[in-house]
C-alpha cells in the first residue's frame, strides 16, 4: 500500500534474518529479472539459504537455479506456467496438470495459487506429484480454516492473529509442516513468534532492487 513513510532496504531485513537461522524469508518478486540481484544480496549477509522465492520467478531462471542458485526454494506462482489470460477462463484439469508436471520438472517446492483455485481434487494432485499447495491471500477465518484442515503447505494472510489462534489449537491434530508467512504492518513484521517460521517481503525494481514494500 502507499505510504509516507521511507522504504525499508532488504539489506536491513537479511540484517535480520541473518540473527535467525531457523527462519526463511519469502521474496515475492514483483518485478522481472530481480531472482540474481536479491540471491547476490543474500550470499553478502549470509542468508541464502533461508531464501524462497515467488512471484515473477522466469523459467529461465528456474533452468540455471540448482546449477547456479540451488540454496533458494521457490513457490512458483501459476501465472509463470498458464497465461493469466488463460487463468481467467475455464481452463481444464489437464492443462493444470501440465503446468504441474513443469513445475516437478523445473524442481519448485510448491505451486502458488489464489486460494480458490485449492479444490480438494487440486491439493490431492499435488501431493500425489510431490508438490507443495501455496495459497494467497487468505484472511477470512472460514477460509483459514478450512485450508488448514486440507492440510495446505503455505499461506499468506493479512489476518495472523487468528492463524495463530488457529495453529496453536491444531497444533497437536495434523501432521502438515504449516508455514504461514507474516504480512502485516512494519511493527509485526520484525516480531519473532515460534508459530511463524517465514517471513514475507515485497520487492520492487524501483530506484534500487532491494528496497522491500512490506504491505499493511
Known amino acids: 500500500?502507499?505510504?509516507?513513510?521511507?522504504?525499508?532496504?532488504?539489506?536491513?531485513?537479511?540484517?535480520?534474518?541473518?540473527?535467525?537461522?531457523?527462519?526463511?524469508?519469502?521474496?515475492?518478486?514483483?518485478?522481472p529479472g530481480l531472482e540474481v540481484p536479491v540471491y547476490q544480496l543474500a550470499r553478502e549477509y549470509k542468508v541464502e539459504n533461508q531464501l524462497i522465492y515467488s512471484g515473477a520467478v522466469s523459467v529461465s531462471f528456474m533452468e540455471t537455479r540448482l546449477e547456479k542458485h540451488s540454496e533458494v526454494?521457490?513457490?512458483?506462482?501459476?501465472?509463470?506456467?498458464?497465461?493469466?489470460?488463460?487463468?481467467?477462463?475455464?481452463?481444464?484439469?489437464?492443462?493444470?496438470?501440465?503446468?504441474?508436471h513443469t513445475a516437478v520438472n523445473y524442481s519448485a517446492q510448491c505451486i502458488n495459487m489464489e486460494y480458490h483455485m485449492f479444490t480438494d481434487k487440486i491439493i490431492e494432485l499435488l501431493k500425489s506429484i510431490g508438490l507443495?499447495?501455496?495459497?494467497?491471500?487468505?484472511?477470512?477465518p472460514e477460509d483459514?480454516?478450512?485450508?488448514?484442515?486440507?492440510g495446505i503447505t503455505n499461506i499468506t494472510t493479512r489476518n495472523l492473529k487468528?492463524?495463530?489462534?488457529?495453529?496453536?489449537?491444531?497444533?497437536?491434530?495434523?501432521?502438515?509442516?504449516?508455514?504461514?508467512?507474516?504480512?502485516n504492518r512494519k511493527e509485526e513484521f520484525f516480531s519473532i513468534y515460534p508459530v511463524w517460521n517465514i517471513y514475507i517481503v515485497f520487492l520492487y525494481a524501483a530506484d534500487e532492487f532491494m528496497h522491500a514494500g512490506i504491505c499493511r
Open 1 to 31: 500500500d502507499e505510504s509516507t513513510e521511507m522504504a525499508v532496504k532488504l539489506s536491513q531485513v537479511f540484517e535480520l534474518l541473518k540473527e535467525r537461522p531457523d527462519k526463511k524469508i519469502n521474496c515475492d518478486l514483483k518485478s
Open 162 to 183: 487468528q492463524r495463530w489462534q488457529f495453529g496453536r489449537r491444531w497444533k497437536d491434530e495434523t501432521d502438515v509442516s504449516q508455514s504461514f508467512l507474516l504480512y
Open 144 to 150: 483459514l480454516q478450512k485450508l488448514m484442515k486440507k
Open 132 to 140: 507443495g499447495s501455496s495459497a494467497w491471500t487468505v484472511n477470512e
Open 73 to 100: 526454494q521457490v513457490y512458483w506462482n501459476i501465472e509463470n506456467l498458464i497465461p493469466e489470460t488463460d487463468l481467467r477462463r475455464n481452463i481444464n484439469m489437464k492443462q493444470i496438470e501440465q503446468a504441474f
